[in-house]
């Protein structure tokens, strides 16, 4: 499809980029397309172009790559565009996870809620409405794919801001199925789930076997005491009587009894914070193997998969095919009980008219008020990145329940706004 045009935004990601192009490549239907990748690390852009060019080699693939300067090069007649920034890299996710535990607060990811998910909000929200503003003049009818965290407040503001088509992806329900497979002892592509919810908080509201129903056998198991590996999840599947996803790091986030002091800040639960210093030697690693292969001094001997559906979804777009995907959009009914304007993460089925919510199964009172009280903090913090109001910035913070006081909440917001200084928009200086 000579015509297809793909804006990569935030290109400079080793992972997510290397897995996209490497998707791109090897899809028959985007044979022609041109990628175009910016990011505000250009070295890194054109690093990713080199590797990208070399796994087109190999696949034999009429794909264009191109590194561009600015932003509105690549968004220039784009048909999708991918995003997947990340202000202030690694170092500003560790400052989101020290500085509230400076101050008494754990949290496990510290990149969708609590405060560390609020503070890479405040940096995220006015970029990626930006990007669809400029979306909005130079490629109105792509649509936005992101992944970038806090996925529901980006697709909020996004919303709210813009009349851009946009959705949210996250692969979290894939490995929380590929470990229900493991757990259950059946092959991974005879499981199947359906799960409705909210961003890192969704539920299973379907687990299939092959056809059958196949929660007995998952309660079964949970109730085995050398079987759980996911003990915060096993206990919400008990309370509620359905399993959440995407795994007990994030899930145990939404409710902080898991990581206060009396669970001994998550490790009666078996939480602990994730190691950010423990994954530099990783990332360097793979840095240099990219450098490596964009020089030629490293065979490319098999292409990688992503794992992630988005160029599914563009090639169901592009041809009409009616695939069911999980998506971050708008409610519009999917979910009874919720604002019909709500983000939030359910099948969508996915063809040239875009994306469309399906009806899901109703969810218990108890989950959808828990569901109700988040979405209600999201557009809370929404409202913060987008107005650079400090009140609602502390407003936010008080209502999350991982900040246990007044005093904490000033505290943390004053670390987070120092910390981060140079990555904040004007408004919050």
Known sequence: MANVKIAMIGAGSMTFSRGLIADVVQCKALQGATLALYDIDFPRAELMVAVGRRYAEVAGADVTLEAVPSRRAALEGASFVTCTIAVGGMDAWMADMKVPQEHGITQTVADSVGPGGISRALRHVPVLVEVARDMDKLCPDAWMLNYT?????????????????????????????????????????????????????????????????????????????????????????????????????????????????????GKKWGLEPIDLEERAPHRAESAD?????????????????????????????????????????????????????????????VSAAGIRTLAMPSLSPGILGVLGAWIERQELTADAALTGDRRLALQALLADPLVPSVEAAERVLDGLLSAHSAHLPDFWL
């Open 289 to 349: 193997e990219l450098r490596a292969i964009a020089a030629g001094d490293q065979a490319v001997e098999e292409l990688p998969k992503s794992g992630e559906r988005a160029v599914d979804i563009m090639v169901a777009m592009l041809q009409d095919a009616s695939e069911l995907h999980v998506v971050n959009m708008p409610n519009h009914g999917a979910i009874g009980g919720l604002p019909d304007d709500a983000i939030v993460e359910v099948t969508g089925l």
């Open 149 to 265: 965290n806090p996925m529901s407040c980006l697709c909020i503001a996004i919303r709210r801001e813009t009349p851009v088509n946009a959705v949210g992806l996250c692969h979290g329900l894939f490995g929380t199925v590929a470990r229900l497979a493991e757990l259950l002892d059946v092959p991974r592509d005879e499981l199947s789930a359906e799960a409705a919810g909210i961003n890192h908080l969704t539920w299973i509201t379907t687990l299939q076997r092959a056809g059958e129903d196949a929660y007995p056998l998952l309660r079964q198991r949970l109730a085995g005491e050398d079987t759980v590996a996911q003990p915060v999840s096993a206990k919400l599947c008990e309370i509620y009587g359905l399993y959440p996803s995407p795994g007990d790091r994030h899930v145990a986030e939404f409710f902080p009894h898991f990581l206060s002091t009396t669970a001994d800040d």
